[in-house]
């Protein structure tokens, strides 16, 4: 089989596509004809540097993955051949507090990961993909689509009415905004392009907030958009650089749901501020097995389709995290391993 792998984490030169022998399934164990990837922040991060969590060169990149059950170990009965499947982000967080050796554990920092032809997992690993979504739809859920709904589905879920602050147009922004709007949350957007916003309005958004253009984005949507009660939830995938503002934007008693670090500015949070906000400060790390279910029977039952901004050839891929980098796209971005 074929399979990419970063010799180095230093950039993108050091992906390089290597021939390997195909893996095959042991007891309680399948082996995946992976169709399609999808890429996340963290798997370019991990490539610059910015990675947060530890992380080790020479393995194959990628979390997120569709493919097609190709053979079965022994004893394994949740799966046959053919069976469509997805991957979930962290293979042994089944539920409850996640294990101690969960980051150890994670696809393209602490184990191999998806962007091969063929992959042997655990038949706990994956999750069946409904038969209303394609491999390319599917394999955007793991990361961004769980991280989304863990996000909306705290210890007081997202109800109708209520209101959801969404940063960007990332994947993970983009599910926020489908599956608070199926939710009957109104929803308020932000993003720097005329052009996005028409896109964030077309997916649902109630308002959106160009923050190049609204320095104090946070006072704007407190103050103008919500009467100065504030926002409910509040997304936050920017990280450093945008905390403040969302600290601003939020409730009393509302969350502020600590995911992404797309920001690398670190200018320090003012503890004063943080205590007069009166919200929740919630860290997460996308969700466990039973989060990515309840995600996938949702979409399923909504007829919520994920938004892919473009999909890229297996031969292409330095291009798809080339793409990535430039941080133009809306939605999810997929390498298509097969055809």
Request: aromatic share 6%.
């Amino acid at each position: 089989m074929r399979a990419y792998r970063f010799d180095q984490l230093a950039s993108l030169d050091d992906l390089t596509l290597h021939d390997e022998p195909t893996p095959q399934p042991q007891r309680g164990e399948v082996l995946i004809k992976i169709d399609s990837v999808s890429l996340n922040y963290r798997d370019l991060s991990l490539v610059l540097g910015s990675y947060v969590g530890p992380s080790r060169p020479g393995l194959i990149p990628c979390s997120d993955a569709a493919g097609e059950i190709a053979a079965v170990g022994e004893g394994v009965t949740a799966f046959k051949p053919g069976d469509r499947v997805i991957s979930a982000f962290h293979p042994r967080w089944f539920g409850g507090r996640p294990p101690a050796s969960a980051g150890r554990e994670t696809y393209g920092s602490g184990s191999d990961g998806w962007l091969a032809e063929y992959k042997v997992v655990s038949q706990e690993a994956v999750v069946r993909l409904p038969d209303a979504l394609s491999f390319e739809e599917g394999a955007t859920l793991p990361c961004a689509a769980v991280t989304a709904w863990t996000a909306l589905s705290g210890q007081v879920p997202i109800r109708a009415g209520q209101t959801v602050l969404t940063l960007g147009t990332g994947g993970v922004s983009i599910f926020a905004l489908q599956l608070a709007k199926a939710a009957g949350a109104r929803v308020i957007a932000t993003t720097s392009s005329a052009a996005k916003a028409e896109r964030l309005t077309a997916l649902g958004a109630d308002q959106v907030v160009n923050y190049a253009e609204i320095a104090d984005w946070g006072r704007h949507v407190k103050k103008d958009l919500t009467g100065g009660l504030g926002v409910d939830c509040v997304v936050e995938v920017g990280g450093p650089a945008t905390v403040t503002q969302s600290l601003t934007a939020v409730r009393w008693g509302g969350e502020v749901v600590l995911i992404g670090f797309l920001t690398q500015d670190n200018p320090g949070i003012d503890y004063f501020h943080l205590k007069a906000s009166g919200a929740v400060v919630r860290a997460i790390g996308v969700g466990d097995r039973a989060a990515l279910e309840d995600l996938v029977r949702t979409v399923s039952q909504t007829g919520i389709k994920p938004v892919i901004d473009k999909v890229f050839s297996f031969g292409e891929v330095r291009q798809a995290f080339e793409h990535l980098q430039a941080a133009r796209h809306i939605g999810k971005i997929v390498v298509k391993v097969r055809g």
